[in-house]
């Protein structure tokens, strides 16, 4: 694959859902993938990347920040709150937001340095007991703590069971983010990236089908 077919994919699913072209966010996950290969797809012009880990965030991306104009980045996987501070600098959206704690922290945090990223609350839509994220049934109350917190909430993100039909968590999801009155849905990724867009993901994170396999 590469960063443009999977964009004419992202649009044929845009319009078979009777939506805009463009109007899904296209997130590119560099995770554990060459340096060359970014470059490669910043070179061809895109701006939106996703990584897992702060550390391996920290490391590259201030240097493709600084060889690249507007690039926006998101952080994807667990956020510990002892690098809350850290990340408040480094991304400008932040999807795995999942507990109080880190909440009142990123609430902190907002407060003394004036800006804050863009937040999504990761929701555990399989209830998988290794999986972070807040149940389904604890969701409205989370957002409304985080709403209390005066925490910038885009929507909400989801990871689905890998066994599982993926689509039924989309669905889950798109229901608690209505109820919520929230907009922002960060869901489908290589494999199901259409069928989220079908059900009405804002921002989809594709990475091994953009880059290759990762090392
Ligand atoms: C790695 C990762 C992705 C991208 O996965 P691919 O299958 O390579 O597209 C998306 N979301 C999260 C949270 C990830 O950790």
Excluded: Y
Excluded at 196 to 202: D, S
Aim: glycine content about 10%; charged content about 25%; some cysteine.
């Amino acid at each position: 694959m590469s960063l443009a077919e999977i964009i004419t994919r992202l649009h044929k699913a845009e319009s078979a859902a009777g939506r805009a072209e463009g109007d899904t966010c296209l997130i590119a996950v560099s995770k554990r993938q060459p340096d060359a290969r970014v470059v490669d797809v910043l070179e061809q012009g895109h701006r939106v990347f996703g990584e897992n880990q702060v550390k391996e965030a920290a490391g590259k991306w201030p240097d493709f920040r600084a060889r690249f104009d507007g690039v926006e980045l998101h952080l994807l996987g667990p956020l510990q709150t002892n690098k809350a501070r850290q990340s408040m600098g480094l991304f400008d959206a932040i999807h795995s937001l999942d507990r109080p704690r880190l909440a009142n922290m990123l609430a902190r945090l907002a407060q003394e340095l004036g800006h804050c990223p863009q937040l999504f609350i990761q929701v555990n839509t399989g209830e998988e007991p290794q999986k972070s994220g807040v149940l389904p049934d604890d969701a409205d109350g989370f957002v409304a703590e985080c709403r209390a917190l005066d925490l910038p909430i885009a929507g909400l993100m989801c990871i689905p069971p890998v066994e599982e039909e993926p689509s039924l968590h989309f669905a889950l999801l798109g229901k608690i983010a209505a109820r919520n009155g929230l907009e922002g849905l960060s869901m489908g990724m290589s494999g199901d990236f259409e069928r989220a867009v079908a059900l009405g993901a804002t921002h989809v994170r594709v990475g091994s089908a953009i880059f290759g396999a990762r090392g």
